[in-house]
């Protein structure tokens, strides 16, 4: 065997030899070891000598020089602190420029999809600059100038509507520059679990090939084994007692003052690397669930409310138990490779077990193209359900991820009357033309209901709710093998009855209440009905209708009893934030970006958020830096599990081994092959 | 007693020997073999058909033609960097833009036969793409890194580029190592 095989990793400088060398037929010299780390392979470039590079550090390669620029070492500082049902948000990211040059750095990073992002500070040294809130461009020329001007500047601007990015110009060698953003979202309830979520990372997207420009912006550069770290805390102000406090992507130490006061949790390793997002679960002590919370407040001389109702659970009666129709897809592209093919296969599973033999179903699978596992739905026998088992469990993930193909497919079959026909999607979501799939969904999804199931340690959620939202279904999140089994058993529970349906609110008066979403979906087992309104004149109570086989849903609840009015909640931002979500939505499903935009800004504008049209800059005319800046990406952890395309392919044949070994054997052969008769005779008889 | 021992130990070993110098030699002869048949498919698909199978059972089908005249390298490369396809010819690695559609196109090949060539190739080498509507563009290498197969960043490069992913190290004699040798050419 030859002496390579035994060299691990290691990196191969030809440089020196090529300006040396030029014979096109010489043998560069193999190998010129070096530091052993993934990332040190060094660019075929004579200016980049391996000094450069520093174990587990991203090289970035400048355009046309050539040099590495070491990215800044990110940290963050997430404090959350919900009340109720709202959750406040800071999160502070650190950025240090190790290097002895001037750098401005680039940092893509998501947000939970439902955050208002309303505040940005920056802070370098002991000074404090509070960010303001602008048009996009004007923001942007105030950056640029900043910068080239060697002011300190930071200009956060919102890429999509879960994807974000943080400029900081100027930062000095070795110097360490901060940026605060603050935001606010809603807590979210299902079946008695509260739970608030933190992406710590992005999942690397595809887009088809005839899409590359949706693609601008959102592929950051990936790390693996190092890149951002994160610690966080959260103070939480739940209102009821609690029975459990839990997080199911990491351990968390919790400190409890009091029975019923708020409570400190924390994660139990402190600093962590941002590979992962955070899940933050906390359920109430039984009986004290709330059945209904109403939420007020005034803002620039107008009501708003939050409003979640828990709709009593008739009782389900299984003689009135629609069949369903159930079509399954399940993504196989590249980027679900490694564990997350194994969890949507783990679900799909225990989704194929829950099906009665009156239901019928089909099962999708998708990567470059989409392929039904049989041409159309069958009943859910016992022999189809184990063929569709076994064929599962010989899919492998490879290739693109094609979901409109999957769609259509799934879409093709006409819904029967009298029966709930339901698309559960099983993806991670990563995907680069997303409007495309939105408007698809948006135009054929007649008495559909579409269910996503989010794959993976950092499933694109804002695609994979908003799919939902469109589709009138839910959003089921699964980050770990160890709860798909609890999680999809609680999805099925639900899908095989919608608790109510054709919900709709009205807050009276004279009906002006912009109630959202404006399209409320089904309400399942567990589930509770979350809108916002601006109430504008709005009666005493607010009324909820719904139907469900025989049973009509009526509730009331009186307005204007909550005392917190006075309270700044930023229920005017989550109200905010849904109108431009819902505006936005136009735009994807095909009304004029240009009626839509001043709408937007003028809204974002009003309630100081972040949007698509509105950024937030913050400059320090104090101080400047010498000489000019590089641009430098900071990457992004990969998400744990994920190994983006899979790994490299395999290239090596077994051809070099099998001559070896039929040389080998060949030698063998001569070596031991019968002498002659007589020598060997002697030989034989001496002994 | 002991000479007959002798013969079969001397055959089995021999008949052991022609076998693994068979298997390696039909590696080898597949790769060279499958390339001339690939070349009609190719000149189907450059008059104009799609998706043109070289073999009826085939699962993949030519998108592109690599070459490297000073080399004497002239390979259709087919769709799909799987195993089935590249014992055929370099594979186009699928989530990688197909080639002609601008961004990083990247294409992997085993180490010992089609790509075999790359441990030669120096920093400015003209390496030629022929796309299926005949245009021809070409690249100069930038770049060559070694890196563990988990990296695929190189893969996701911004930019148009023409990434080479083969096996390193070249003449490792056990396949499955973990690193690649990638190669980067720029367009020119």
Known sequence: MKLEVLIGSVSLLWPLWASAAPSPTARPPLPATTASSLDDAAPLNDEAPCDDVQAGALLLYGEDEGRAVLAPQLSQRVELRVTGLIARARVVQSFENQSDDVVHAVYTFPLPETAAVDGLRLAVGE?????????RAAAQRSFEEASQQGHKASLVEQQRPNLFSTRVANIGPHETVEVELSYQQDVSYDSGTFALEFPATLTPRYAPADAPEALDGVTPPFSIEDGPTLSLSLTLDAGVPLQRIASSSHALKVVRPSTTGPVSVSLARGEVLADRDVRLEWTPAPDSAPRSALFEEQFGGERYALLMLLPPDPGLDPEGRLPRETTFIIDTSG????????????????GLAALRPVDRFNVIQFDDSASAFFPGPVPATPEHVQRAVRRLRQLEADGGTEMLAALDLAFDVAPASEVL??????????????????????????????????????????????????????????????????????LWTKLDAPLLRQVDVDFGGDGRAEVLPARVPDLYRGEPLVVV????????????????????FDAQLPLGAGAGASRELGIHRLWARRQIEDLMDRVIVG????????????????????????????????????????????????????????????????????????????????????????????????? | ?????????????????????ARGGWIFGKAAVAQVLLRRAWSATRAGDARVRPWPWADTWPVARLLSPARHVDLVVLEGATGSSTAFGPGHILGTPLPGTGGNVALAAHRDTH?????????????????????VQRYAVQSARVVDERDTRLLQTPGTWLTLVTCYPFDAAVPGGPLRYVVQARPT
């Open chain 1, 533 to 552: 309104a601006k109430l504008g004149a709005a009666g005493p109570d607010v009324r909820v209708r719904g139907q469900r086989a025989g049973h009509a």
């Open chain 1, 591 to 687: 009304d004029s970006e240009e009626q839509i935009r001043p709408r937007v800004t003028a809204l974002a504008l009003q309630h100081r958020l972040l949007s698509q049209y509105t950024s937030l800059v913050a400059v320090d005319p104090a101080r400047t830096v010498a000489g000019p800046g590089q641009d430098v990406a900071v990457p992004n952890a990969l998400p744990a599990g994920n190994t983006m395309f899979g790994n490299m392919p395999q290239t090596a044949t077994p051809a070099p081994l099998y001559l070896i070994l039929g040389a080998v054997s060949v030698a063998c052969a001569w070596a031991v092959r019968p002498r002659r008769r007589r020598a060997f005779g002697v030989t034989a008889r001496a002994r």
């Open chain 1, 335 to 350: 980027s679900m490779s490694g564990t997350s093919i194994e969890q949507a296969r783990l679900s799909l599973e225990s």
């Open chain 1, 421 to 490: 026909s339901q698309v559960v999607f099983v993806t991670d979501g990563s995907v680069g033309n997303e409007a495309d799939v939105f408007r698809f969904i948006e135009g054929n999804l007649g008495p559909r209901r579409l269910f996503t199931v989010g794959i993976g340690s950092a499933p694109n959620q804002y695609f994979m709710r908003s799919a939902a939202r469109l589709g009138r279904g839910t959003f089921t999140a699964v980050s770990d093998s160890g709860e798909v089994g609890a999680r999809m058993q609680a």
């Open chain 2, 115 to 135: 790509f075999r060539f790359l441990r030669d190739v120096t920093p400015g080498e003209a390496l030629y793409v022929e796309l299926p509507d005949g245009r």
């Open chain 2, 1 to 21: 007693m002991r000479t007959r021992w002798r013969y079969a130990v001397c055959l089995g070993l021999l008949l052991l020997g022609a076998a693994c110098l």
């Open chain 1, 127 to 135: 000074r404090r600059i509070v960010g303001e809130i602008r048009e």
